[in-house]
Antibody, heavy 120, light 107 residues
Framework: QVQLVQSGAEVKKPGSSVKVSCKASGTTFRSDGFTWVRQAPGQGLEWMGGITALSGTTNYAQKFQDRVTITTDESARMVYMELNSLRSDDTAIYFC?????????????WGRGTLVTVSS | SYVLTQPPSVSVAPGQTARITCGGNNIGSQSVHWYQQKPGQAPVLVVYDNSDRPSGIPERFSGSNSANTATLTISGVEAGDEADYYCHVWDISSDHVFGTGTKVTVL
């Protein structure tokens, strides 16, 4: 079955960057899209952006447009999300999820999440 | 931007029916998806494209969507259904939008 395994928790200083990884298995990968969603402590879900694995086409939420980069490594079946210029309010659990290649539909499989803590 | 409004909480006795609403402007013209999230866990897709269920999701979970309100219905609620539930749409002007979330408590 489809599995998305994410990298471990991170603690970062304000102003630094974090790169979270997500390894996909049980899926063709090339025909998939992948998306990133975050959840601040006690808060709801917030979409950040997504990528089409085949073409590398990305689509970012306007809020994160200037700070986030989503990439893939097809040979390693990896998806990455890098967030720059971290602030304390970026403290959250970051989830990767699989979606269709159009990036427009539902998210049918999710990773378990990666906690990123931003603190001086 | 497109806003999806859910009630903060819904309480239901075991065996009864829980209805969770998701309000949005002309949401009936959108495809709505629903996720269940238990504490400390990742969200799980329970309904997609308004009323379809992924494999492995019990028939107790059903969805509908019309006019300005989409609804997730959980029939015969069980203790294990206690969780947060989020609706989700893709909107051409706002991209992916999640509802505010509803905490379902089984009494």
């Amino acid at each position: 079955q489809v599995q998305l395994v994410q990298s471990g928790a991170e603690v970062k200083k304000p102003g630094s960057s974090v790169k979270v990884s997500c390894k996909a298995s049980g899926t063709t990968f090339r025909s998939d899209g992948f998306t990133w969603v975050r959840q601040a402590p006690g808060q709801g879900l917030e979409w950040m952006g997504g990528i089409t694995a085949l073409s590398g086409t990305t689509n970012y939420a306007q809020k994160f447009q200037d700070r986030v980069t989503i990439t893939t490594d097809e040979s390693a079946r990896m998806v990455y999300m890098e967030l720059n210029s971290l602030r304390s309010d970026d403290t959250a659990i970051y989830f990767c999820a699989r979606c269709g290649p159009s990036l427009l539909g539902y998210f049918d499989h999710w990773g378990r999440g990666t906690l990123v803590t931003v603190s001086s | 931007s497109y806003v999806l409004t859910q009630p903060p909480s819904v309480s239901v006795a075991p065996g009864q029916t829980a209805r969770i609403t998701c309000g949005g402007n002309n949401i009936g013209s959108q495809s709505v998806h629903w996720y269940q999230q238990k504490p400390g866990q990742a969200p799980v897709l329970v309904v997609y494209d308004n009323s379809d269920r992924p494999s492995g999701i019990p028939e107790r979970f059903s969805g509908s969507n019309s006019a300005n309100t989409a609804t997730l219905t959980i029939s015969g609620v069980e203790a294990g259904d206690e969780a947060d539930y989020y609706c989700h749409v893709w909107d051409i002007s706002s991209d992916h939008v999640f509802g505010t979330g509803t905490k379902v408590t089984v009494l």
